[in-house]
């Protein structure tokens, strides 16, 4: 059976489990994972295998693990990746609602920016957040910020949440030092200097685009802040009408966003420069700018604010952070199961036949980069995968003679093809749905569509750049 096959048979099942049959999405991924597992012949996972460089005994592992085991895998490397993030980032956003901080913020920030111009706000700070540290978290330290502003104006919440999205979702893809365009720039030689400054460029008119739909999307659906597992609407609209004098400090409420972000750049920063480091400071952010460290110092900041609100009696504290935990809980499995589901597609092959079918078509270079990066994207659910893949699969293409522009447009468009389209096997797609309080389809329609339209806005916007500045 043909890997695109097996991905229409993957997708039917998910999305008939999730939307037909009102199947929680974690039976449904799994179901999906397992169908599709079960359907994967031998050869395919040796074709995978291949694709992967992996070594003879590595294959022979391979095709020797069970099905289930095959599932569990791909679901405890992402629940490796995000799990402890999720738990952490959870009670960092439970304190900040709870304690008030995210209020403080929301005030601040209407004072600066005003109602109509706090979307903006929003975009360009998830933006330049987005640009050290990977969009999840980003997320999740903006998205109470978002629910307190959405208590505030209802008909808006939508809105916020969308323009968080269309700033640190787009500069994950196209900006270094984040994972996808860093390699991107090293593969096809471009300098870092010029990915950041391109990235920038194009990826703020992406960020542009998206927050047009979002304002345009807001004005024709009406979704309101929700009750989630770790915050009701009613602790949320308490804060509204209290005293400034009762929220924390507008130093203390930032903190727990800033050091992190201080923190985890940091570390970045100081790995990529040329000039050296005093020890002392390159060991510190070593290990204070890892994001699960970062976040769990935040953490504790958090709990301190939210201690504070109960004159800290710290047993107060066991019901706010028993609810977060379950509400992570929550995320963490679907998470990690559309993560099996995705590490059971990507063991169909399907990237080495996307890279077979569309070797002969070389005559566009740029919208073909375009098209296989989403391919991939669509059918295994990471950006950071789908940008590697098509980079390993398109490096031939940088060979003297071969463009007649700077390859760091074809780096950037790679980047702007891994935004279309994420869906249920994605992680990305659950942490939004389930920590914003959307539904499936309403989260298909701010988050999934209004990729797609960035991705294809980014297409057009380095084309024409190709055109009148090819930059050789």
Request: some cysteine; aromatic content about 10%; hydrophobic content about 55%.
């Amino acid at each position: 059976m043909s890997p695109v096959i097996l991905l229409i048979i993957g997708l039917v099942v998910v999305l008939a489990g999730i939307l037909w049959l009102k199947l929680h999405p974690v039976i449904a991924l799994l179901m999906g994972a397992l169908v599709v597992g079960a359907l994967t012949s031998q050869p395919l996972l040796e074709r995978y295998a291949e694709s992967k460089g992996l070594s003879e005994k590595q294959t022979s592992d391979l095709l020797a693990q069970s099905l289930g085991e095959r599932v569990a895998i791909g679901f405890g490397n992402t629940c490796e990746k995000i799990g402890l993030l999720i738990m952490l980032a959870s009670i960092i956003g439970k304190g900040l609602l709870d304690s008030g901080a995210a209020e403080r913020i929301v005030r601040s920030m209407l004072s600066v920016f005003g109602q109509k111009k706090a979307p903006w706000a929003f975009m360009i700070s998830s933006f330049a957040l987005g640009i050290p540290i990977f969009f999840d978290t980003v997320f999740y330290l903006m998205i109470p910020l978002a629910r307190a502003m959405g208590v505030r104006f209802q008909k808006s919440y939508a809105l916020f949440v969308m323009a968080i999205i269309a700033g640190g979702t787009i500069a994950h893809s196209l900006v270094p030092p984040t994972p996808g365009p860093l390699f991107a720039a090293g593969a096809f030689g471009v300098s870092i200097g010029m990915m950041i400054i391109m990235g920038i460029i194009i990826g703020l008119a992406c960020s542009t685009a998206g927050l047009v739909y979002a304002f345009w999307l807001n004005k024709r659906q009406d979704i309101a802040v929700r009750t989630t597992a770790d915050t009701t609407l009613e602790g949320l609209q308490s804060w509204l009408n209290k005293d400034t004098s009762q929220l924390p400090s507008f130093f203390m409420a930032n903190l727990p966003i800033v050091l992190p972000v201080v923190l985890i750049s940091g570390d970045t920063i100081i790995n990529n420069m040329s000039v050296s480091v005093p020890p002392a400071i390159k060991s510190f952010f070593s290990f204070a700018g890892d994001p699960n460290i970062a976040l769990f110092l935040a953490m504790i900041i958090a709990l301190v604010l939210l201690a504070r609100q109960y004159s800290f009696k710290l047993k107060e504290l066991k019901k706010p952070v028993e609810d977060a935990v379950l509400s992570a809980g929550t995320i963490i499995l679907i998470t990690s199961t559309g993560g099996a589901f995705g590490h059971i597609l990507q063991q169909t092959s399907i990237g080495s036949w996307i890279a077979e079918e569309a070797s002969g078509y070389q005559y566009a270079i740029l919208p073909l980069a375009f098209f296989i990066t989403a391919v991939i994207r669509t059918a295994q659910g990471s950006a950071t995968v789908a940008m590697i893949t098509a980079v390993g699969m398109l490096t031939v293409f940088n060979t003297e003679g071969a463009l007649n522009f700077h390859p760091v447009y074809l780096a950037i468009v790679i980047g702007c093809g891994s935004k279309i389209f994420p869906w249920m096997n994605d992680s990305g797609f659950w942490i939004i749905c389930k920590m914003s309080g959307f539904t499936e389809r309403e989260t298909i329609r701010n988050f999934s569509y209004l990729l797609l339209l960035m991705g294809i806005v980014g297409l057009v916007v380095t084309m024409i750049l190709a055109k009148l500045f090819p930059l050789v």
